[in-house]
């Protein structure tokens, strides 16, 4: 692995229902809404990889956003299954990146990228610190096609 991109397929996949709240006067979901989707899908990512956001914060850790970006190529209706799929980007010293593509579940019919980027910090002082070994392995080796199904 380099310290550079990361070319990989989904390692986990997140699965949820449009709800009917979550769409705007279109009938499609509402654009900001897709941040919510990322930060959803990646809370259990980190939970199936670390054991939750929490078991960082016992460590000393806590990781946050510096940048998210969203490319639409379709658009996502109320009552529809979506699949969100997590795979690593970029693994650096501090910092890291997941690319999260929505697919519609069953057709794969592509809906939207998103990519975010992390900045590892210490969570007291909130200064940016090196990612730790251990971390960076759990990363590197991903959740072994784990998916987590919110949308049945």
């Known amino acids: 692995m380099t310290e550079n991109s990361i070319a990989a397929l989904p390692d986990f996949r997140y699965l949820l229902r449009v709800r009917y709240s979550e ?25 199936v990889l670390f054991g939750g956001f929490q078991e960082l914060t016992k ?9 998210l970006t969203t490319n639409w190529q379709s658009s996502a209706e109320f009552e529809q299954v979506l699949c969100l799929g997590v795979s690593l980007l970029h693994l650096g ?32 002082e909130l200064q940016k610190t090196p990612i730790p070994d251990w971390i960076r392995i759990k990363l590197s080796e991903g959740a072994d096609g784990t998916i987590v199904d919110h949308g049945s």
Do not use: P, W
Not at 96 to 104: I, N
């Open 23 to 47: 769409c705007d006067a279109q009938s499609v979901v509402f654009n900001s809404r897709y941040g919510d989707y990322v930060d959803v899908a990646i809370t259990e990512y980190f939970r």
């Open 59 to 67: 460590r000393g850790l806590d990781s946050q956003v510096v940048n």
């Open 93 to 124: 010293n501090s910092s890291f990146s997941l690319k999260v593509e929505f697919t519609e579940h069953g057709s794969e019919r592509k809906i939207a990228v998103s990519q975010i980027t992390y900045v590892m910090v210490d969570s007291k």
